[in-house]
T-cell receptor, first 115, second 113 residues
């Protein structure tokens, strides 16, 4: 049981390039989330999904896209990378949306630098 | 506008003593409050939570207290251990099933041997 895995661990992009951050969970969780953490700041929700085929915007969705074709995978797409997207990206999942406590399980993160 | 605030960026305590981490919130629609612990180069891990209808929840060395009238919660770690050194995030969940968490900026705890 690997939990939540993210690839790549690190990436450097040039301005205007595109990339996809991969996220996979093997816990059969319905809910999945993408957060970004800027230096000295808390985590901010980018997008989330309550099940395959269903996604919704979080607090900071601009510049990103997501899809959820399977329960296990929730990739995050950056279409035209900008320096403001330099951050650490965390993927998370929860079984029932945290109906009991809100507990989410996080991956190890992807550190992205856009120059 | 920050809805969840952790006003102390850092805290240093001696091993064996109590660590108290504080968190304030502004939105009365939060129904659950959570604490996450984060080590460098790792993702946050869930530590403990409390429902808005309770005022205390305890799990081993960790206790969370909630004061709804003051919109304040605190995490107590007793006794503190060097392995507790990490960044602690306070988070709050909106009621009504939106499943979104709002995080504070975190407090870096250092426990000195």
């Amino acid at each position: 049981n690997a939990g939540v895995t993210q690839t790549p661990k690190f990436r450097i992009l040039k301005i205007g390039q595109s990339m996809t951050l991969q996220c996979t969970q093997d816990m059969n969780h319905n809910y999945m989330y993408w957060y970004r953490q800027d230096p000295g700041m808390g985590l901010k929700l980018i997008y989330y999904s309550v099940g395959a085929g269903i996604t919704d915007k979080g607090e900071v969705p601009n510049g990103y896209n997501v899809s959820r074709s399977t329960t296990e995978d929730f990739p995050l797409r950056l279409e035209l990378a900008a320096p403001s997207q330099t951050s650490v990206y965390f993927c998370a999942s929860s079984y029932d949306g945290g109906l009991l406590s809100g507990e989410q399980y996080f991956g190890p993160g992807t550190r992205l630098t856009v120059t | 506008d920050q809805q969840v605030k952790q006003n102390s960026p850092s805290l240093s305590v001696q091993e064996g003593r109590i660590s108290i981490l504080n968190c304030d919130y502004t939105n009365s629609m939060f129904d659950y409050f959570l604490w996450y612990k984060k080590y460098p180069a790792e993702g946050p891990t869930f530590l403990i939570s409390i429902s808005s209808i309770k005022d205390k929840n305890e799990d081993g060395r960790f206790t969370v207290f909630l004061n709804k009238s003051a919109k304040h919660l605190s995490l107590h770690i007793v006794p503190s251990q060097p392995g507790d050194s990490a960044v602690y995030f306070c988070a709050a969940r909106y009621s009504g099933g939106s499943e979104k968490l709002v995080f504070g900026k975190g407090t870096k705890l250092t426990v000195n041997p």
